[in-house]
Each structure stands twice: as structure tokens, then as C-alpha cells.
């Protein structure tokens, strides 16, 4: 922790230069709220087909439009590095399909965030930047990364990990009015998943609200959907294509989750940890 102090004790905080691995939803929170707090130079780098279910509060969606917007923070698709000051100057997050994530050799960010919630690390390591946050499991603070981020829903959820590593993942999706397993929609099949609703949309306990490869993917409780996987999309067998929210609001869908906020507060009490 000491050396990446050395390293960004003099730089400005609004002239960091921040790398995050993933597009998504819990992603999409921290350069939110990274963006909020006036840490605007923020680049993004996603699969090129990306496989978010919230994809109304993912920037990853700005890869298929161009643009998106999430509670008034615009994230926009570059193709280009040489766009990236560009579009840091209109104010805009930049994401990039990037799944090797090359952009962190040119870029040379001062703190490289992985937030791609794999449950494993997928090849993050301390020497990619000064300052290295790895979120969830799959990590080890001071070995792969500088910090890890707690994302386990709960007492500690948020917490910064200075030694040591996240609890293991447990495989039960967050409570949500006393659903869990039974709000999550998965592909009973591997092929491609088709869908005629929308996020948003009121279903019922019972209802066909998917198919994948022909089979019926029907909702297990009553509700809205909250996240749905882009129709079109090809998926796998027991892969998450769906969350339906027992509670019926819709505004909840189309803004941040409270899980997202703490893990984006986290991630800038890590990053003023050193800076500071």
C-alpha cells in the first residue's frame, strides 16, 4: 500500500486515470459514483458480446447504442483510444469492447479496478497499476491485488480487505422480500435465449416470460423484471438470463441497487485510502 502512495500522492484527483474491467451492472455503480465524486477520467472495458441482466443501469449497453445513460451519468462507446480525451472532455464515461483489456498497456491508468464479478481472478495482477481493486472472490490483497472489495450481501458488504480474501461465493442470489433462488431465471437449455418482454414488465408466477432454444423459461414468482439478458443472445445451460423483483416497483429497475452504491463507496474510500 505504501508504494502506491508514493505513486499517486501527487496527482490531482480529478487527473486519475481509472481502468474497469467490466460494463455491468455492480460496475456501473462504482464509475457512477466514481463520477459523482468527480473522478470523471474513466474507461471501461467489456466482452465483446457482454452478458449483463440489469442492462438498464449498465454502461455495457452504450456498446450496442452507442450511448447510455444511468441516472444522468453518460457512458459512451469508443472504438478508438485516440477518442478517449475527447470524450473525457464532453463529460462522458468511455467504454470499449476490450476483452484482453489492452487498454490498460497504453493508458497506463493510476488504479485498475476488476469488477467483473467471475468469482475468480481471470488474470488481474498487481503490476497493471499502482493502485489494484478486485471485487468478490477469486482474489488475495496483497498478492493479486492491492485491496479486495467485499460484494457478499450482508454485515460486511462494502468492507475494504487490506489482507486477506472476500468470503467464498455462495451460489444463493441476495434477498429480495424473502425470495432468492426463486427471483433468478436461468436457461434450462443451451442455445439461444428469445423474449418478447422488456424490463419493467409486470409477470406472474407461472408465466412463459422466455424461451431458450424452443424450451420455456417461466417466472417462479410473481413480480416485475428487474434485468433481462439482451434476446438474441446465445447462453448456457443453467446460465443466469433473468431477475424478477417480488416487490412490483418499477423505478427500482431503472435505477442503482443498493448493493451497487456500497460497492461504488467502497471502491472510492479505497481509492482516497491512498491517494489521501
Known amino acids: 500500500m505504501g508504494d502506491a502512495h508514493l505513486k499517486l500522492n501527487n496527482i490531482k484527483i480529478r487527473d486519475l486515470i ?3 474491467k467490466g460494463a455491468g451492472e455492480q460496475s456501473s455503480g462504482i464509475a457512477w ?10 474507461f471501461m ?3 465483446n458480446a457482454p452478458l449483463a441482466i440489469r442492462r438498464s443501469v449498465s454502461f455495457c449497453e452504450a456498446l450496442y447504442c452507442n450511448t447510455k445513460v444511468v441516472e444522468g451519468v453518460t457512458a459512451e462507446k469508443i472504438e478508438d483510444l485516440n477518442r478517449i480525451k475527447s470524450t ?11 476483452p484482453k483489456w ?13 469488477a467483473t464479478i467471475a468469482k475468480k481472478n481471470l488474470g488481474t495482477s498487481l503490476g497493471e497499476a499502482p493502485l489494484v481493486i478486485g471485487l468478490g472472490p477469486g482474489f488475495e490483497a496483497g498478492k493479486d491485488v492491492h485491496m479486495v472489495i467485499e460484494t457478499h450481501r450482508g ?21 429480495i422480500d424473502g425470495f432468492t433462488m426463486e427471483r ?13 418482454y422488456d424490463i419493467g414488465m409486470a409477470v406472474t408466477k407461472g408465466q412463459v416470460v422466455a424461451m431458450v432454444a424452443g424450451h420455456p423459461v417461466t417466472a417462479k414468482v410473481s ?39 456500497a460497492l461504488g463507496g467502497a471502491v472510492l474510500e479505497a481509492i482516497l485510502k491512498i491517494y489521501n
Open 33 to 42: 459514483r466514481l463520477f459523482q465524486a468527480n473522478i470523471q477520467n474513466l
Open 155 to 175: 454485515h460486511n458488504l462494502g468492507r475494504v480487505i487490506y489482507q486477506g480474501t472476500a468470503l467464498t461465493n455462495t451460489g444463493i442470489p441476495g434477498n
Open 88 to 98: 473525457w472532455d464532453r463529460h462522458h464515461i468511455a467504454v470499449l469492447k476490450d
Open 184 to 196: 433468478i431465471l436461468r436457461a434450462p437449455m443451451g442455445g439461444t435465449f428469445e423474449s418478447e
Open 45 to 47: 472495458m467489456e466482452k
Open 102 to 114: 489492452d487498454a490498460i498497456k497504453k493508458l497506463s491508468p493510476h488504479v485498475v479496478i476488476d
Open 18 to 20: 481509472i481502468g474497469i
Open 223 to 261: 413480480g416485475v423484471i428487474r434485468g433481462l439478458i439482451k434476446p438474441g443472445t446465445r447462453v448456457g445451460r443453467g446460465q443466469k438470463i433473468g431477475d424478477i423483483d417480488p416487490r412490483g416497483e418499477v423505478s427500482f429497475c431503472h435505477t442503482l441497487s443498493d448493493k451497487s452504491r
